[in-house]
């Protein structure tokens, strides 16, 4: 990683190249889209045991169904975005990753918040987590802003 130090602060200087956020946005678009492909085959050995553990549980099991996606989603999450790439599979796939602006690497716990915050702010605020990338700086979204962190292109 390419760093400086300013006022105590590590500042990474990969970042600072505008042409590691060309393109980002699609990629991003495109990435999630994967993810969320991903995600939904993973469900389904998941939602197969929760099936006969409400068949052994007589039926008590089945409320697992409830919180199926979104703990397979959680977990998913945690283990990708929050490893040392940084980068789900459909991120490495579209050749983008998260990082912190101050040089951080990203934290399982942080990875998830950035991911409950995507999904809150999809919900709540559609249209404006994707037009907030066209008037911020290094195309970054809403819940980007809130977390001090930033998507890139890893090739750059």
Known sequence: MNARVLDGEI???????????EGVR??????????????ALLTIPFAIL????????????WMLFGVLVPA???LYIWNTLGSSD??????KMM?????????????GLT???????????NVILSPLVLLVTL??????TLHDLLLGTVVSRTGR
């Open 50 to 61: 929760v099936f006969f553990l409400g068949i052994l549980t007589l039926g008590l099991g």
């Open 86 to 91: 940084q980068a789900t599979m459909g991120m």
């Open 111 to 121: 990875a998830v918040v950035h991911s409950v915050l995507f999904w809150a702010g």
């Open 11 to 21: 500042i990474n200087t990969r970042l600072d190249d505008v042409r590691a956020y």
């Open 95 to 107: 050749g983008i990753r998260l990082d912190r602006l101050d040089g951080r690497p990203i934290d």
């Open 26 to 39: 699609t990629r991003r678009i495109l990435a999630c889209v994967l993810d969320y492909i991903i995600v």
């Open 72 to 74: 397979v989603a959680i």
């Open 135 to 140: 008037f911020s700086d290094r195309k970054r």
